[in-house]
């Protein structure tokens, strides 16, 4: 064991400086830099154990500076740090409402809003256990990616009755689409695709029937971002790194372009280890980590392609971020859970309601 803890040492050292002083450099730093939770986490005690039979100190050193750069990455996954964030959250809000408030004497106009968000998986099955889901959760939008055809016929017979309001977007040459059903009236006001890859994201404009809100409009992003192995044969894993690079600034680009409050949300095939990630949330704010229960991990449910069987999610794919302040009415998740049921598809659904507030300073 000491042996084999020795040859990790200096891994997880060089990893640890290439992430930091590198970022993703390239498709390949990427890849490694996507487990940084894992790597993390196993390069404490691997340290610890490598370095304690040479100097204690130096053992003791290596946990304490691996524990805090931990915590200031990953602390938010943990149940008491995410509770203290929530009371802050939960005492601004109160702040932000109280009439006696003398900053905003009246108390804000506000609606909520719940949405499921679910990479279906692209091949031909039975959705029936999905649309039990849909009639035991109630979400006001539904939003998928990866719905070819066949997911859309039946997600048309079934949803027709209680969603008004349906869009499917498949394209089957790329095995890819997207759907999205509302009990809400909505628009679609954009689609994107890079020619010769698959769609990345379709935009939806719902409107709010809350009259006391003035901004009755809410951009609603569903996205799929192309994954690091699709294509990978074809243009190799730094062009894939980049080409996801340039769809994820395309949404944030036309979300400043817009000046509207947004939801994105949906398959970013990425992790809170990237360098997306990092401008992403520099922009936008996680839901996630505004109100879900540790880490999130969403995929893999199943081990498609290759062995058809049930697995634990070991990484964060499926994300929804929205503006926050930045635009009235103000964004903020108020609930947010990853779904576990067996649907057949290798990603979790995300279910969340989202609170959209008036702020009014006077």
Same mark, same amino acid.
């Given at each position: ?27 390949w ?23 304690w ?10 946990g ?108 089957p ?11 809400? /009236?909505?628009?679609?006001? %954009?689609? @994107? ?9 379709? =935009? #939806? *404009?719902?409107? $709010? ?51 509207? /409050?947004?939801?994105?949300? %949906?398959? @970013? ?9 990092r =401008? #992403? *949330?520099?922009? $936008? ?43 009235a009415?103000?964004?903020a998740?108020?609930?947010?859970r ?25």
């Amino acid at each position: 064991m000491s042996t084999l803890c020795d040859l990790l040492l200096l891994p997880f050292l060089l990893w640890l400086a290439a992430w930091r002083l590198l970022g993703d450099r390239n498709g390949w730093l990427a890849f490694l830099n996507a487990w940084a939770w894992w790597l993390l986490s196993a390069a404490l005690p691997a340290g610890m154990a490598a370095l304690w039979r040479r100097s204690r100190l130096a053992s003791l050193l290596w946990g304490v500076g691996v524990a805090a750069f931990w915590l200031r990455e990953y602390g938010w996954t943990l149940p008491a740090l995410k509770n203290r964030t929530r009371i802050r959250r939960i005492e601004q809000i109160q702040t932000d409402t109280n009439p006696e408030n003398p900053e905003n004497p009246c108390p804000n106009s506000s609606f909520s809003l719940s949405l499921l968000t679910f990479n279906l998986l692209n091949n031909q099955r039975n959705l029936t256990p999905l649309l039990a889901l849909v009639a035991r959760e109630t979400p006001d939008v539904l939003l998928f990616q990866e719905c070819i055809p066949s997911h859309a016929a039946q997600l048309e017979r079934g949803l027709a009755a209680c969603y008004p309001h349906r869009l499917w977007l498949p394209a089957p040459e790329y095995g890819m689409g997207f759907g999205i059903a509302s009990r809400l /009236p909505f628009a679609l006001t %954009g689609f @994107w695709q890079y020619p010769g890859f698959e769609p990345f994201a379709t =935009r #939806v *404009t719902i409107a $709010l029937p809350h009259p006391t809100i003035s901004s009755s409009l809410l951009d609603l992003y569903c996205v799929q971002f192309i994954s690091p192995t699709n294509e990978v044969r074809r243009v190799g894993p730094t062009a894939l790194l980049r080409l996801r690079e340039r769809q994820i600034d395309w949404v944030l680009a036309e979300i400043d372009r817009r000046q509207r /409050p947004a939801l994105v949300v %949906g398959d @970013w095939n990425t992790t809170e280890g990237s360098d997306a990630y990092r =401008r #992403v *949330t520099a922009q $936008l704010v996680d839901g996630w980590r505004e109100a879900g229960n540790g880490p999130g991990w969403s995929w893999p449910r199943r081990l498609n392609p290759l062995v058809n069987s049930a697995a634990l999610p070991v990484l964060r794919l499926d994300y929804a971020l929205h503006t926050s302040r930045r635009f009235a009415p103000a964004l903020a998740v108020a609930e947010m859970r990853v779904i576990q049921d067996a649907l057949g598809s290798d990603h979790c659904p995300l279910l969340a309601r989202v609170e959209m507030e008036e702020v009014r300073l006077f």
